[in-house]
């Protein structure tokens, strides 16, 4: 059964800093997903990596993938107040349901 | 084109009673997936359902419960509502069920118990 853990849970960030969010999963996942929740909304689908060494980038986010270490990472570049949200990481576990991390809850201070 | 969409997007009820939640998937999508979410916590999967059948189960009690109907639209039931019920309800479509096919998600139906 897949497990998915992200950390930080928590992300206090100024403006204009780097940082990066980890998820580390237990078993083989055909795919890894990204999505993004503002605070009392639906999820945002950021990114879909697809294979080992995959790497996506949008805007200030990059999402890679790296199978063999289970492990993907959400790297964030000169952060703006924007990117303010939870985000949160998922596979597919057996019976084709996504498996949730608990979210990292990303707060950016002008 | 239309996403997903549910209603209501917010109820209230009272412990003991029964709720029934709607969701209309992506036109085109065969398969849809019910999560539960508690606050401050990350979507845990309750059902999936595919061409009107139940395909996949998550771990929570008989209180829950789920149809699919021809038009592929989809209703989640909780009956004997507990306090711990409370949270936001999604939604998922997806073309079929299959970990190749990406499931786009509704806006949610916040669901209070007291």
């Known amino acids: 059964e897949l497990k998915v853990e992200q950390n930080p849970l928590f992300l206090s960030m100024q403006e204009g800093k780097n940082y990066t969010i980890y998820c580390n999963y237990s078993t083989t996942s055909d795919r890894l997903y990204w999505y993004r929740q503002d605070p009392g909304k639906s999820l945002e689908s950021l990114f879909v990596l697809l294979s080992n060494g995959a790497v996506k980038q949008e805007g200030r986010l990059m999402a890679s993938l790296d199978t063999k270490a289970r492990l993907s990472t959400l790297h964030i570049t000169a952060a703006v107040h924007d990117l303010s949200a939870t985000y949160f990481c998922?596979?597919?576990?057996?019976?084709?349901?996504?498996?949730f991390g608990g979210g990292t809850r990303l707060m950016v201070k002008p | 084109d239309a996403g997903v969409t549910q209603s209501p997007t917010h109820l209230i009820k009272t412990r003991g009673q029964q709720v029934t939640l709607r969701c209309s998937p992506i036109?085109?999508?065969?398969?849809v997936s019910w999560y539960q979410q508690v606050l401050g916590q990350g979507p845990q999967f309750i059902f999936q359902y595919y061409e009107k059948e139940e395909r996949g189960r998550g771990n929570f009690p008989d209180r829950f419960s789920a149809r699919q109907f021809p038009n592929y639209s989809s209703e989640l039931n909780v009956n004997a509502l507990l306090l711990g019920d409370s949270a936001l309800y999604l939604c998922?479509?997806?073309?079929?069920?299959?970990?190749?096919?990406?499931?786009?998600f509704g806006q949610g139906t916040r669901l209070t118990v007291v």
């Open positions: 998922a479509s997806s073309l079929f069920v299959s970990q190749r096919t990406e499931a786009f």
């Open positions: 036109s085109g999508h065969k398969s």
């Open positions: 998922a596979g597919y576990n057996a019976g084709n349901m996504l498996t």
